[in-house]
């Protein structure tokens, strides 16, 4: 996909990280102390520190991740929020008030304030370190998804500038400007969301929606063909020639794609068994030299387009609706029929084709679970495919009331009963951007406006479809949610270095100024290792990739929490155990999964050791028991 850069959009987002770096400024010749550091002072009045929440929280996978997979696969896509949303009620409910009350800094506070374990400390600081690490790594790929269409920049320039600038951010004042930060960008995310889905609205849906400008709508073409059983082919349209098949899977879930040329122009097309034409597809070919083809040509030359429409509005091919609200909106889509794009790799002599081919699917189905998480046995559903679904959706319920820099929010406030309040407000504002994600998600699908290259570029691009001065401000937003949202993880990463780790665990005993000045080196050391991952993990959906670092904090984090809270026999041993089982299995389960096969280490067509993408429902039972078991082993004389 082609972009260009938007001077009104390099303006917006100019003026933004001036203003970013100006509230750096006025907090850092403020903060002097740990406390105020790492903490912001305790003084965050709690209606600010709940927007600054929903800030934290409403990261790249949130605005970005969401809508993108909401464009390709649907109500799916929504499970995400759905999940997001419900941890809150276990952050709510359950650790708000209590972590308030144990901590002082960091998540290894609460974990050690009954023990003074020097297990408990390096364990739960690693931990911290490597949950954090594993969700920058999806902000720092939607910062350079972001920078390319907004700045014209390459995406590893998107990824250094965002860790340079946020590295100057904590480094400088540390918790109180990424507060002030988050508050802001929290706050104009949701309004600026809800002006995206009312345009959304007052535009309607349309089967060919044109919007003019570098968003045209393209329809695709069609050849009639006779395929033999030896897999011959005949065209009806003599113009073409046929090279080759490809062909991809096995039995009836075989599909069959055909390399045509014309004008020396190759071209790929999908066989349809039921129609008995090949269609046109979108696709990618990786040649043995490193090259990258689009269409069979160079990307300079724009020939990968932009796609997602209707074919069909209330049984017309060729309709168009009139202004529509968030309820004709959804129905609308329901009783249609949606052009949804699926996605095959395949590898022949020595080139990697990456095939988008469509799959007309009815709006009914769009609007209930199946279509990327496989729930219905009578649609081929395994039982494997369901435990991964269950797994996912207990990792995303636990692991929000386990997230390091979501839990050391809960210190910057002056009381327990600040930290339930921030906590209802955080919930509110989350719940209704999460609403609003639906709509920007769908209205992407309808609009011809996804890069299936890219799809966390969806809601940026339904915004573009609007005009510039809409895309450049939520272009900026965007970007200033990747900026909080990394801000609050490395202040959680550094505070686990300086606190954690050289303060209590290897007792440097030391003050204030070598705390933050230790503090500011961690921030920088772990914002460059996140430059580096944000670099290698380009192209991977960004919310998927979250649900990674939900799965290592439920499981490393969440047992230890829950039983020190609520189980009186609860150990330092059985913590310390119960940390190392749950970061060691959920980080192995996930290392060696199909997805990661796939999407990481680039494996295509083999089998991955372990049969399940999400390791929740097995790392986080077994996080519990190893607490629990070694716990009972590990009772003071007295208590036997």
């Avoid at 409403?58 to 991740?65: E, K, P, V, W, Y």
């Avoid at 809508?67 to 390709?72: A, L, V």
């Avoid at 406030?413 to 930290?419: E, G, H, T, W």
Wanted: charged letters at 15%; one cysteine or more; aromatic letters at 10%.
């Amino acid at each position: 996909m082609n972009y260009q850069a938007s001077p009104w959009a390099i303006a917006l987002f100019v003026i933004f990280v001036i203003s970013v770096l100006g509230i750096s400024y006025y907090f850092a010749r403020r903060t002097k102390s740990a406390k105020g550091f790492f903490a912001a002072g305790g003084n965050i009045h709690w209606s600010v520190n709940g927007i600054a929440f929903a800030g934290d929280y409403l990261s790249a996978a949130s605005f970005l991740g969401i809508c993108g997979m909401i464009s390709i696969a649907g109500f799916d896509g929504f499970l995400y929020s759905i999940g997001y949303l419900a941890g809150w009620i276990v952050a709510l409910f359950v650790v708000a008030e209590p972590m308030k009350r144990l901590g002082k800094y960091t998540f290894a506070d609460a974990l050690d304030s009954k023990f003074n374990s020097k297990g408990i400390q390096i364990a739960a600081a690693i931990s911290t370190l490597m949950v954090s690490i594993f969700y920058l790594i999806p902000q720092m790929v939607g910062a350079g998804s972001l920078v390319t269409p907004l700045l014209g920049l390459p995406h590893e320039i998107g990824v250094i500038l965002v860790g340079v600038i946020v590295i100057i951010i904590v480094a400088t004042a540390g918790m109180a400007s990424t507060t002030y930060v988050q508050f802001i960008k929290g706050t104009m995310l949701i309004v600026f969301s809800l002006t995206l889905v009312f345009l959304v609205f007052s535009r309607g849906i349309s089967t060919k929606p044109d919007q003019g400008g570098d968003v045209p709508f393209r329809g695709f073409k069609t050849i009639p063909v006779t395929v033999s059983t030896d897999k011959s082919v005949a065209l009806a349209d003599n113009s073409y020639a046929v090279k080759k098949m490809l062909t991809f899977g096995e039995g009836e879930k075989q599909l069959l794609f055909v390399l045509l040329v014309k004008d020396s122009q190759e071209t790929i097309w999908k066989y349809n068994t039921k129609t008995n034409l090949l269609e046109e597809t979108l696709y990618t070919a990786k040649l043995p030299n490193n090259t990258t083809l689009y269409n069979g040509a160079p990307k300079e030359q724009a020939q990968f387009y932009q796609v997602g429409h209707m074919s069909m509005i209330d049984g017309k091919s060729d309709a168009k609706t009139g202004t529509l609200d968030f309820f004709s909106f959804i129905e609308k889509i329901k009783n249609g029929v949606v052009v949804r794009w699926n996605k095959t790799l395949l590898a022949d002599e020595g080139i990697k084709y990456t095939i988008y081919h469509q799959n007309p699917t009815l709006g009914s189905e769009i609007l209930k679970p199946g279509l990327k998480f496989k729930v219905d046995s009578a649609k081929g559903a395994s039982l494997m495919d369901k435990i991964d679904f269950i797994s996912l959706m207990l990792a995303l319920f636990f692991g929000t009331a386990a997230l390091p820099h979501i839990l050391i929010r809960y210190y910057t406030v002056r009381s327990p009963a600040c930290a339930r309040k921030s906590t209802i407000v955080a919930i509110a504002a989350i719940g209704l951007f999460y609403i609003l994600t639906l709509y920007m998600g769908l209205g992407a699908m309808v609009n011809g406006v996804i890069d299936l290259t890219n799809d966390n570029m969806s809601a940026p691009l339904l915004a573009r479809s609007f005009g510039i001065a809409i895309f450049a401000v939520i272009s900026a937003l965007a970007f200033a949610t990747v900026l909080g949202t990394v801000s609050g993880l490395i202040v959680a990463a550094s505070g686990a270095v300086a606190h954690d780790i050289m303060d209590r665990f290897m007792e440097k005993n030391m003050n204030d100024h070598d705390k933050v000045k230790a503090g500011k080196i961690a921030s920088v050391a772990v914002g460059a290792i996140a430059i580096i991952l944000g670099i290698i993990f380009k192209g991977m959906n960004v919310s998927y990739l979250v649900g990674w670092a939900f799965a290592i904090a439920a499981s490393a984090n969440l047992p230890a929490i829950m039983m020190i809270l609520f189980w009186k026999k609860t150990t330092s041993r059985g913590v310390f155990a119960s940390i190392v089982v749950g970061l060691v299995s959920a980080l192995g389960l996930i290392l060696l999964s199909q997805e990661t096969y796939t999407n990481v280490y680039h494996i295509i067509n083999v089998k991955a050791l372990v049969p399940i993408n999400n390791p929740a429902i097995i790392s986080v039972p077994l996080s519990f028991l190893t607490l629990v078991v070694v716990s009972l082993l590990t009772q003071p004389k007295e208590a036997r």
